[in-house]
């Protein structure tokens, strides 16, 4: 008997689901998938808009992150001018 593997069955990675495209979408993002994968990741986004707007939602979550830790490591060692800690305080207490 013949048994074919899931991961490389061809009809099995063009009827990929969202859950699995899903999954791909964020291991892609931390991992290089494999050609099977990109291959049935592009058929499925090639047709469902909803797991092509969770990728842009990821991809933009991302850069975000990035540019953030860019800015914490760039402003690492600034400290807030004592003046501006002042008013902020007093800002507080007046509330």
């Known amino acids: 008997m013949n048994t074919v593997d899931e991961a490389t ?14 999954r791909l ?4 993002m931390e991992r290089p998938l494999t050609r099977g994968e990109k291959i049935s990741l592009g058929v ?7 797991c092509r707007r969770y990728r842009r939602q990821l991809q933009l ?7 953030f830790a860019s800015i914490e490591t760039t402003h690492a060692g600034t400290r807030m ?12 207490r007046g509330s």
């Open 61 to 67: 979550m991302q850069e975000m992150i990035q540019e």
């Open 9 to 22: 069955d061809p009809i099995r990675l063009v009827r990929l689901r969202c859950k699995h495209a899903t």
């Open 25 to 28: 979408i964020s291991q892609s």
């Open 81 to 92: 001018p004592e003046s501006a800690r002042r008013r902020i305080e007093e800002a507080i």
């Open 44 to 50: 499925h986004l090639f047709v469902c808009k909803w």
